[in-house]
């Protein structure tokens, strides 16, 4: 019965704000909601580091991280994060959706959302055990994975009493993630954090529009995020 008056309530709250704000505005704050949507972060995290800092992947050029012949093919370790952070979940979900399983591949209520956070969950815990022992793939990106799948199911656990915002769950963590490059003295890392800090707002504030989320969600997502990706960087380095 409480699960059933949480969903009641998201969807009158989302259509509520779909009557009250401007077209326009809705269709930016969707369209920042879909760019930044978290199953992308992961995948966003590795193309900034190899942009900034291709050296970190063993390369002077980043064009050589994305090559299938380069030494020890590291075009498919791109492809390796990117299909278990994003297109294997996705079709998941769309499949779910398909089924009946789930009203909206955007999920708009509390309790259409625990099967997927335990599907994504399982398809990171086997892409940060596959990647574990890859020891020339960065470490930063080593963090960022765990510290998502970390996230992942505390947003899960949270989830299973208030409706946490899992796009700022994932801006926290690309956050800290930035703040992490910083604090080891890597180039362009200010224009990283400048980057990440404008993002997070943007993120927070289309999910504030769309009527999504409350204010504590949000901010209860960019805490939750921001804290996983540190307790990871202090397992991976203790």
Request: glycine share 8%.
């Amino acid at each position: 019965m409480q699960a059933d008056n949480s969903s009641n309530i998201d969807l009158l709250r989302h259509e509520r704000f779909k009557r009250e704000i401007p077209l326009a505005m809705r269709i930016i704050a969707q369209a920042i909601s879909i760019l930044f949507h978290p199953l992308f972060i992961l995948s966003y995290a590795y193309l900034l580091l190899a942009i900034f800092n291709p050296f970190l992947f063993g390369e002077a050029k980043t064009s050589r991280i994305f090559s299938m012949t380069s030494q020890f093919g590291k075009g498919l370790w791109f492809i390796n994060i990117l299909l278990f952070s994003c297109i294997i979940p996705f079709f998941g979900l769309v499949l779910m959706r398909l089924l009946g399983m789930v009203q909206s591949i955007a999920l708009h209520t509390q309790d259409e959302r625990k099967i997927p956070y335990v599907m994504a969950g399982i398809f990171y815990m086997a892409m940060v055990a596959q990647n574990s022992s890859n020891t020339s793939l960065p470490l930063e990106i080593k963090i960022f994975a765990l510290g998502a799948t970390i996230a992942l199911f505390v947003a899960f656990f949270i989830n299973l009493f208030t409706k946490i915002s899992i796009h700022t769950v994932g801006m926290g963590g690309f956050l800290a993630m930035i703040i992490i490059v910083i604090g080891k003295g890597y180039q362009g890392g200010e224009f990283l954090f400048i980057f990440g800090i404008l993002s997070c707002g943007l993120v927070g504030t289309a999910r504030l529009i769309l009527g999504a989320h409350n204010s504590s969600d949000i901010y209860g997502g960019y805490v939750v995020g921001f804290f996983a990706q540190f307790i990871a960087l202090q397992y991976l380095f203790a």
